[in-house]
């Protein structure tokens, strides 16, 4: 698998990510640790967590992942050279969504803790804080790095002007502010004021500015769970446009084409798209994994591209 400069860090990650949400819940450990062997064996090296993974669901409180992840790195077959991403702002159990400095740094401790590592490669503020001043958050993610504890740190479901000020505030301090952007994104395009709750969509601002100032872009759900595989699925309720309608025809016209299933196809658009998308790969199975592999490592030509835009 091919790799990609993170922002301006020059640090390499992977075109593809692994997410590991469902590790440790609905995906069990034994199956979780197939899944990472799978990934590392074909050279991804981007494992993506977070600290309330999948508090969500009945019977589970939270840190189930980080902990599944914790315990596949002290394997052998765990290689060295890994970025492990985690989380902090979303609420789960007692702690509620906030970006406060001692919030994001007790967070980090447990992160630590759980995925057994002196050092996350990079931590995430899950969800920008609008009750809680930028600076504050900002010089948070600097101690944490300055400590040691978080190699870069990362945004994710902010907007572009949130995204913008962090970095400003930070720029001014002399610190290093946010080096990429985690956003939902897939090949559809949401519907006019479509609200996704607490998730921000990658939209054409975000994503210029990104390029522009040189922030990795990193998408989480880029198949709309399974959405794609299904022939004839409706569109998403949030999706439903007649823009989309004609993507849709245009994929799976394209798929048959190419012999790529609609899922390959939208993968491996990502990863050739300018600028380019990394997309987090969520498997629960081994046959998922090598789909969505094969599709990572799939170079498309330019007419099919366009056919696609």
Known sequence: MQRIELGNTGEEISVAGLGCMYFGTRVDEKTSFRLLDMYVAHGGNFLDSANKYASWLPGFRGGESETILGKWLKQDSAPPELLISSKVGFPYGKIPRTLKKEIIISECEKSLKRLGVETIDIYFAHAYDRDTPIEETMEAFHQLKKEGKIRYAGASNYTGWRLEEANSVARN?????????????????????????????????????????????????????????????????????????????????????????????????????????????????????????VAVTTSLDPEVTQKLQ
């Open 173 to 293: 301090q002399g610190w290093e502010g946010f080096s990429c952007l985690q956003q939902r994104h897939t090949y559809m395009e949401p519907s006019a004021r479509a609200e996704f709750n607490n998730q921000e969509f990658l939209s054409p601002e975000i994503e210029d500015l990104c390029h522009t100032k040189n922030l990795s872009i990193i998408a989480y759900s880029p198949l709309l769970e399974g959405f794609y595989s299904r022939k004839e699925a409706a569109l998403p309720a949030l999706y439903q446009n007649a823009v989309n309608e004609e993507r849709l025809v245009s994929l799976r016209n394209t798929s048959s084409e190419t012999r790529l299933s609609p899922t390959q196809l939208i993968l491996a658009w990502m990863v050739s798209h300018s600028p380019q998308v990394i997309p987090l790969l969520g498997c629960s199975s081994s046959s998922q994994l090598k789909e969505n592999l």
